[in-house]
Each structure stands twice: as structure tokens, then as C-alpha cells.
């Protein structure tokens, strides 16, 4: 499957200061990327995180996580 990046992007990395975890500029950043993706029409907005990291307590709050395992090769 190619996806169009146009449509379907992928979030490649959401960092928040240390310092500033818990007082909602996560909630505020993911919040803005879905409004950003009704303006250009995304089908779908998607990211990878592992399976213990704290943040998933909010990326939870929008969705749930699949079962897909990710493969990395290198040629």
C-alpha cells in the first residue's frame, strides 16, 4: 500500500518539554494538526509511538492502537 501523503500523512515526531508535560501542549499540538487535516481534507492522520510511553494516556483519548507490528530492513 503507498499512502498519498497529501491525504494521509504520517506524524513523524511529537516532542513537548519536559518541563511543560501535563498542562495540555500535546492535547493542543494533535488538536491543531486535526484541524489542519479538516481544512486540507486528510483522510487520516497517523503515528507510530511505543507501547509503554506515558503519552499514549492522551493519543488514546483519539483513537485506539492497531495490531500492526513495524519492520525495519536495511538493504
Known sequence: ???DIQTYPYLEDL??????RGAGA????IDAL???GKREGWSKLYWVTRMHNPARKLYDHYGEADDYVRYRITP
Open 34 to 36: 486535526i484541524d489542519e
Open 1 to 3: 500500500m503507498i499512502f
Open 26 to 29: 500535546g492535547k493542543a499540538l
Open 15 to 20: 516532542f513537548v518539554d519536559a518541563a511543560e
